[in-house]
């Protein structure tokens, strides 16, 4: 089973042009991001985590050249920020959502996409039933202590009074 997370415009109601609207997206490792990281930010529009990527590169280059390593070893160390981008793809995706003025509306588990949005408009026109709050009950009262008589001290501690 898939997760999807879902969104709806937030200035629109529930109808069927805002229904065109609804955004699914699926929380997954990105591969694409992976192989093509900073063509995959420029193609989703991410353009300040593009630039947050490039600085990550260009500090990891001049940590590299400053410690003195070299090729083989400054390699695997240059794919860090788009490992980071490929494993927060989802997340950097679902920000830019929210700067468009969606609305985290969901989140549907399902088999597939088609089945995600067959379960979420399911119950997209109907309206929430509200359940009323229930007043708050007050807690039973606590059970009295019994009163002893010589020894008001419980466990490994001395008794009241006594030497230390």
């Given at each position: 089973m898939k997760t999807y997370l879902v969104f709806e415009p937030a200035?629109?109601?529930?109808?069927?042009?805002?229904?065109?609207?609804?955004?699914?997206?699926?929380?997954?490792?990105r591969w694409l991001a992976l192989i093509f990281g900073p063509?995959?930010?420029?193609?989703?529009?991410l353009w300040l985590a593009f630039f947050v990527w490039l600085a990550a590169i260009l500090v990891l280059a001049v940590a590299a050249y400053i410690v003195g390593l070299n090729e083989e070893a400054a390699a695997p160390l240059m794919w860090l920020p788009t490992l980071l981008?490929?494993?927060?793809?989802?997340?950097?995706?679902?920000?830019?959502?929210?700067?468009r003025r969606y609305r985290e509306a969901g989140v549907t588990v399902a088999a597939d996409l088609e089945d995600a949005e067959r379960r979420y408009f399911a119950n997209w026109q109907?309206?929430?039933?509200?359940?009323?709050?229930?007043?708050?009950?007050?807690?039973?009262?606590?059970?009295a202590m019994p009163?002893?008589?010589s020894n008001s001290v419980i466990g490994l501690f001395p008794e009241p009074g006594g030497r230390r």
């Open positions: 200035e629109g109601g529930r109808d069927a042009a805002a229904a065109d609207r609804v955004v699914f997206l699926r929380e997954k490792f063509f995959w930010l420029l193609w989703n529009c981008v490929a494993f927060e793809g989802t997340e950097l995706l679902r920000r830019k959502l929210i700067r109907g309206s929430v039933p509200v359940v009323a709050a229930k007043p708050p009950v007050a807690p039973p009262p606590a059970p009163a002893s008589s």
